[in-house]
């Protein structure tokens, strides 16, 4: 699988983006799909995660309530829609393909996109 992140930006603070990644090959619904972000100087950090059949999502405490995660498995695509960004949601964005449901360790990923760079100014 093949990972492709885009949507990323400059907002100010109290804004909204909606990342996208879209995935190639055929086997898009046999993955469960994760956000993670990386901010400069601190480790990979869980976003939030959805289910193959998008029906169930887990979140952190960090984003909870402000980001949703969705996908459409016709499209090969997954979003992460973030609404009422503040300064410190400022990172990078990686999108992540796991075979076990609902994980939030990077490890649990087995394959990545390149990353879409989110910068939230004050």
């Known amino acids: 699988v093949q990972l492709q992140a885009y949507g990323g930006g400059l907002v100010q603070a109290g804004g909204y983006l909606r990342l996208s990644c879209a995935a190639s090959?055929?086997?898009?619904?046999?993955?469960?799909m994760g956000w993670f972000r990386q901010a400069p100087g601190k480790e990979r950090e869980f976003v939030g995660t959805?289910?193959?059949?998008?029906?169930?999502?887990v979140y952190a405490d960090s984003v909870k309530g402000r980001f949703t995660i969705s996908r459409d498995n016709a499209k090969n695509t997954v979003y992460l829609q973030m609404n009422s960004l503040k300064t410190e949601d400022t990172a990078v964005y990686y999108c992540?393909?796991?075979?076990?449901?609902?994980?939030?360790?990077?490890?649990?990923?087995?394959?990545w996109g390149q990353g879409t760079l989110v910068t939230v100014s004050s």
């Open positions: 992540a393909a796991s075979r076990k449901v609902l994980a939030s360790k990077p490890e649990q990923y087995d394959y």
């Open positions: 959805i289910s193959r059949g998008g029906s169930s999502t």
């Open positions: 090959g055929r086997t898009f619904s046999s993955y469960a």
